[in-house]
């Protein structure tokens, strides 16, 4: 039902956010529970997406073979597991800071709601891009306890990066929105349309990722993080054809994991020198 790529998109952008807070490594302990927290809370939020969207992805012959629809997994036992997940989420952010703990139902608010988004809205790619987004903020508050506005520029970096991608993912679903009153890009524009519009959020990424390397004033091997980080976009956006959706499955997740991890190397190896 939760696949680990899930958890892999958005949690080397976490640890970014927590290195960028510590000037370098954080505190073991802090390290540890804000990992326990990331992945309680993407268990959470995919679960509960799989709740809200059981009858949804019963009649999407795409999602028709997911465990809810055929009956391997009970609407009690993800329902439990949701809570559950909820609870040990809300324990990480007790053993962070006081802040933490005050933000966590706001946090869950945030990941919950997105299932619901493409029910009313096209842009429902960028709230769950803000879902994970919200990540490094939160790892920037585990490490601090506090907040600086200048996190936010990789918040809104994740969120567009996620944006665009969960838009080229929408494509295959392009016909099934339509028939079922569903909203996303691909089905308001059309496949081409919002080809097109996912590389504009990528480029807007891009452009956020060098605005935080000059706001905090990293160095080199951060820039070349970014770099790196643009090469594997456009081989992603080589991948997907307006006529040809057979190797999304390979941008989506394959890329996508690659591409945080390759950034978080980059900016954690940029901390770490400029510390030694």
Same mark, same amino acid.
């Not at 480029?203 to 990722?209: A, D, I, T």
């Given at each position: 039902m939760i696949k680990w790529e899930h958890s892999? +998109?958005?949690?080397?952008? $976490?640890?970014?956010? $927590?290195?960028? $807070?510590?000037?370098?490594?954080?505190?073991?302990?802090?390290?540890?529970?804000? =990992?326990? #927290?990331?992945?309680?809370? %993407?268990?959470?939020?995919?679960? +509960?997406?799989?709740? #809200?969207?059981?009858s949804i992805d019963a009649a999407n012959? /795409?999602? $028709?073979?997911?465990?809810?629809?055929?009956?391997?997994?009970?609407?009690?036992?993800?329902?439990?597991?949701? @809570?559950?997940?909820c609870g040990v989420f809300v324990l990480a952010a007790s053993q962070l800071n006081r802040l933490t703990l005050m933000l966590s139902p706001v946090a869950l608010a945030v990941i919950l709601l997105y299932s619901y988004t493409k029910r009313f809205t096209r842009w429902s790619h960028l709230f769950l891009g803000f879902a994970l987004g919200i990540a490094p903020a939160a790892a920037w508050i585990a490490v601090r306890g506090?907040?600086?506005?200048?996190?936010? @520029?990789?918040?809104a970096a994740v969120t567009f990066w996620v944006g665009g991608f969960d838009v080229i993912y929408a494509c295959q679903d392009h016909d099934y929105d339509r028939s079922h009153g569903l909203h996303s890009v691909p089905r308001h524009l059309g496949i081409r349309n919002a080809l097109v519009v996912a590389r504009l959020f990528h480029?807007?990424?891009?452009?956020?990722?060098v605005a935080l390397i000059v706001t905090f004033g990293l160095g080199r091997l951060a820039i070349v993080g970014v770099i790196a980080v643009a090469?594997? @976009? @456009?081989?992603?956006?080589?991948?997907?054809?307006?006529?040809?959706l057979s190797k999304l499955n390979a941008a989506f997740f394959?890329?996508?994991? =690659?591409?945080?991890?390759?950034?978080?190397? +980059?900016?954690?190896?940029?901390?770490?020198? %400029? /510390?030694s």
């Open positions: 892999i +998109f958005a949690l080397p952008f $976490a640890l970014c956010g $927590a290195m960028l $807070a510590a000037g370098g490594l954080p505190a073991w302990r802090q390290l540890a529970w804000i =990992v326990v #927290a990331m992945v309680s809370a %993407r268990s959470a939020a995919m679960a +509960f997406n799989r709740l #809200a969207d059981a012959p /795409r999602t $028709a073979t997911r465990a809810l629809p055929v009956g391997l997994l009970t609407p009690s036992f993800v329902g439990a597991f949701v @809570l559950v997940s506090s907040f600086d506005p200048r996190i936010l @520029l990789l918040t480029l807007v990424m891009l452009g956020l990722l090469a594997l @976009l @456009l081989y992603e956006h080589t991948l997907v054809q307006h006529d040809d394959t890329m996508n994991g =690659v591409i945080s991890v390759v950034f978080f190397v +980059f900016v954690a190896g940029d901390l770490l020198l %400029r /510390r």
